[in-house]
């Protein structure tokens, strides 16, 4: 066997090696999802046995009793004020955080590198440390319990790690199209929305997916200033884990629901999350 046909053996089998490998970790990641789907579709009495039992019968039970069939609180003002607390501060995050990243990548101000320093060095205190101040703050504001003040924190929470991810993809834009625009007359706010946006538009959707992700999980300060009215769905969530015990598989249904916008956002944007998350991956 000759030494180019040996190699390109040696490579075809490297590829089937890698191909069997990256099936076994997709199998890996879904199986806890597809357990918990089965979980919600038993009864309670059939998702507590142990060990679980495949062949028991299916039902809805799970999911009519989290919409409130069964007589309990409906989540549809939880699930609501998670949409309008994600959406809206993953679209301050967004407005505030191009700018930002123009002038750090392209028009860059000086010690633009510090700058990004200061932005990384706000994710690096925990977020227990800051409740008590922002606790005190809120209640003294009259803000407790206001889903404008979730907008408002988690838009400053996502926007350092948003100014990271969009710097690097404008980076990635050519200088040589931007000073065309300038040449051609155009002002700052024209080449923000009609030159850098477009080209930028996978980016831009990466990040907005993943600061809407962020803002959908959040729990703790989610927990400690909401009571009734501005209850996000992860609050929810934890409600039905109560002194009676835990109700596995009306959990799983509400987890499985709570998770599909993620799911559904992820699945809408993955052509242009995965074109801007390999923005700057290969030069």
Known sequence: MSTTALRARRARGKGAGLGLLAWLLGIAFFLPIAWMALTSLHSETDAATNPPSFAASLTLDGYREFFGAGGGASPWPALINSTVASV????????????????????????WTDVLFFFLSTKMLPAV?????????????GMLDNIWLLVILYTSMNLPIAVWMMQSFLAEIPVAVIEAAKVDGARLPTILARVVAP???????????????????????????????????????????????????????????ISLPVLAAGFAAQDKLVQGLSLGAVK
């Not at 809206?88 to 010690?111: C, D, E, G, H, Q």
């Open 88 to 111: 809206a501060s993953t679209l301050l995050v967004l407005l505030l955080a191009f700018p930002a990243a123009y002038a750090l990548s392209i028009n860059r101000v000086r010690k």
């Open 129 to 141: 440390a800051g409740l008590l101040p922002i606790y005190l703050f809120a209640k003294n504001a």
């Open 199 to 257: 080209i930028s538009l996978p980016g831009m959707a990466a990040t907005a997916l993943i600061c809407f992700i962020f803002s959908w999980n959040e729990l703790l300060f989610a927990r400690v200033l909401t009571g009734v009215v501005a209850e996000t769905a992860p609050v929810f969530l934890t409600g039905f884990i109560t002194s009676q015990g835990l109700f596995l598989a009306k959990v799983c249904a509400a987890s499985l629901v």
